[in-house]
């Protein structure tokens, strides 16, 4: 008698980062991002993709974290492989194998550890929600999304433009 297996093989990618493989909306939905705020508000923030960031024993990589410049360190002159400072704002960009679900729950680990903002973006319905602390969540559509503190501005529709 055959059995069928209801476990797929984890990557070494999605086993060193704790998330899918990303795809190709991903990336053009990353690279739109992190070009929109650049440009908007380079002087006083980065923004870091795909950095690994260690909260008091939580351990993540979201796909682009914000940072006051004035972070010490990033003028370190060595480098550092988890990064124990707590970002302004975690964003996660959704993979195809990948859960609105877990997407969330990421979310809520970091404002749970300090973040103030939590942005998820869900490629496939195009659609970007901020989520804040005591699971205050806005989801957009379209029009302009603003991190009030840094004063970082994002249109949705170009965030998925091609």
């Known amino acids: 008698m055959e059995t069928l297996s209801n476990t797929e093989e984890i990557s070494d990618y999605e086993r060193e980062r704790g998330k ?6 991903h990336a053009f939905a ?13 002087e006083k923030y980065e923004f870091l993709p795909e950095l690994n960031i260690e909260l008091d024993g939580y ?28 970002p302004l704002v975690t964003i996660e960009i959704s993979a195809p194998k990948q859960t609105i679900h ?3 729950q990421r979310a809520e680990e970091y404002l749970k550890h300090g973040v103030q903002e939590a942005w998820v ?9 901020v989520c804040k602390p005591l699971r205050n969540r806005r989801t957009f559509t379209s029009g302009v999304v603003l991190h009030e503190q840094s004063g970082a501005t994002v249109s949705v529709e170009e965030l998925f433009s091609e």
């Open 20 to 25: 899918p493989l990303p795809g190709v909306l």
């Open 30 to 42: 990353q690279s739109n991002l992190i070009h929109q705020l650049s440009r908007c508000n380079g």
């Open 59 to 86: 351990k993540a990589v979201p796909d682009i974290s914000i940072f006051d410049k004035n972070e010490a360190f990033l003028k370190s002159k060595i480098d550092i492989e988890w990064v124990t400072a707590v």
């Open 102 to 104: 877990s997407l969330l």
């Open 121 to 129: 973006i869900i490629v496939e319905i195009q659609t970007l929600t």
